[in-house]
């Protein structure tokens, strides 16, 4: 705990420009890395306005500082439209066609106040981490055209029949959208599973070679002898995981990828064979193929489609409406 706290340093106390529609994001990086259980007590610490710098990252609000039962935590409430632009710059390059910018800002908006929604009697509302949506800190000087775009699709947000939808996205969908059944255990009318190029991404198709020793320790199983697709989704990724040990198991493929690693394993996405002793993933895509395909997003941009045709294509039968007139 003395470790954590010797890398937050104080920059400034000021109170921040009147604040309308603001979020509260907990921060969640190397030194901040434990989400608080529901249930466990927190004691605020403390409290500052200003700007807060951990490590790299510039956090500008209301900043708190909760201690748990074995943590931690630092909470910045912060202007939603501030923090959109944070999510953005994080989640995609500004160098990307401005369209699908301004895409990611829309589905961003939308996931963020949707989780502020479902959360609003917490001490904070999203993370900062992949768990939730990236957010690096408050740096929207320093990306321009990030700043524009959210700024031009201000207050926009999608909904479906009057409601926030589940505005999930990922990297990059390796053809074709997921069902989210498949991956969430509920469906949605607006998230059916749709063609999407994604051939600039660099995880358009990759190759793994796992040990089966590490295979064997992800999953807490000892002496596998073999490794297969056993069943397949809609869209024809791995569901579930046939593995042989001294008695035959079954893993699903999303549980799996989740013990070996979102990095280690890019996607469900692939084909598993064993060679020696190895586990061989030959797959495409990256993330869990849900909605928005941001690189597939950045092709339709680059074809000359807007971000409202990019949206309605991910969201079929959403509708883009201001938040603020709701």
Known sequence: MKRALCTVVFLLILAPAAMSETIKVLIL???????PEKAEKLKRLDAIKGELLIGYARYKGNIEVWQGDESLYLVSEMPLEEYIEGVVAAEI??????E?????????????????????????????????????????????????????????????????????????????????????GRGYPYLTPVKSQCTLSPYQSWQRRIPLAEVEAALGLK???????????????????????????TVEATELRKKLGWKKL?????????????????????????????????????????????????????VIELYEAR
């Not at 390059?93 to 401005?98: L, N, P």
């Not at 598993?272 to 869990?288: I, N, P, Q, R, S």
Request: hydrophobic fraction near 35%; aromatic fraction near 10%.
């Open 29 to 35: 990086d190397g030194n901040f890395s434990r989400m």
């Open 100 to 184: 699908a910018i301004k895409a990611q800002a829309v589905v961003a908006r939308t996931y963020a106040l949707n989780m502020k929604s479902k959360n609003k009697d917490r001490k904070f509302h999203i993370t900062s981490s992949v768990m939730h949506q990236l957010f690096k800190g408050n740096n929207s000087s320093e990306n321009r055209r990030v700043a524009y775009a959210v700024k031009s699709t201000g207050g926009e947000i999608l909904t479906y029949k009057g409601d926030l939808i589940e505005a999930y996205y990922h990297s990059t969908c390796g053809g074709i959208t997921e069902d989210p059944e498949e991956v969430f």
């Open 93 to 98: 390059s500004e160098a990307w066609e401005m």
């Open 223 to 249: 002496g596998i002898t073999d490794i297969a697709v056993k069943s397949k989704t809609v869209t024809g990724r791995a569901k579930e995981i046939a593995v042989v040990t001294s008695g035959n198991r």
């Open 266 to 318: 890019p996607s469900t996405n692939f084909a598993l064979k064993v060679e020696g002793g190895t586990a061989v993933f030959d797959g495409k895509g990256y993330g869990h193929g849900v909605g928005l395909c941001q690189w597939g997003s950045l092709e339709m941009a680059k074809s000359g489609k807007t971000y409202r045709e990019i949206l309605m294509h991910y969201y079929p039968g959403t």
